[in-house]
């Protein structure tokens, strides 16, 4: 199921197998901040929004678990919450820049992790994200000595899920069934039958 972890979980897979050379970490602003190194945190952001089921995230009306024979409907979904979500993105001068060409070389890494970003949220939840916008931080003129911050904002459609009023397991090859009354602490045989 997507969440705000999961997503930064995804991204920084993508940016391995791809040879991104940046921490992705699960965080916020203060976990770039104070960096040496190329960093993207992706955390939570304090609003939502609910809307009808919708998106490829969604499920459909029901989950499904196991296959065949021994499928379940485990789950139904509800609606989905776009979860707003900030991505703290800081790029590095290249080293062996001059010192005057330090601010433009630490602009252009930030930018280029943005786009490496934004390729990656694309890849890996494509459908199931609608990205924002977002800004430079304002740095102090000593942080362009060291990084420069930029904030990107994105919503992911997360679905939310409810337990189905009943569970039917149908086993075809001797025609016995369950029947179950699901409920938030779990679900309890109520009927089973076996004509043979």
């Known amino acids: 199921m997507l969440t705000v972890d999961w997503l930064a979980d995804r991204v920084r897979e993508d940016f391995t197998a791809r040879g ?17 190194s190329r960093r993207v945190a992706i955390g939570l952001d304090t609003s939502f929004t609910l809307s009808d089921p919708e998106g ?20 139904r979904s509800i609606a989905t919450r776009f979860q707003s979500v900030t991505a703290w993105i800081r790029g590095f001068p290249d080293q062996s820049a001059a010192p005057s060409d330090r601010a ?21 939840a494509h459908g199931s994200i609608r990205l924002g ?49 699901c409920e938030p602490s779990g679900c309890q045989t109520d009927v089973s039958y076996d004509p043979g």
């Open 20 to 36: 991104v050379e940046a921490e992705v970490v699960y965080g916020s602003e203060k976990d770039v901040r104070n960096t040496a």
């Open 56 to 75: 490829p995230q969604t499920p459909g009306p029901f989950v499904h678990e196991g296959e065949g024979d021994d499928e379940d409907i485990v789950a």
């Open 104 to 124: 433009l070389s630490a602009h252009t890494d930030a930018a280029r992790l943005l786009h490496s970003t934004v390729a990656a949220l694309y890849r890996v």
């Open 133 to 181: 916008g977002g800004e430079w931080v304002r740095p102090e003129r000593s942080e362009f000595e060291y990084g420069s911050l930029v904030l990107l904002t994105l919503e992911i459609g997360i679905p939310v899920l409810d337990l189905p009023l009943g569970r039917v397991t149908v086993q075809p090859a001797n025609l016995a069934f369950e029947a179950a009354i």
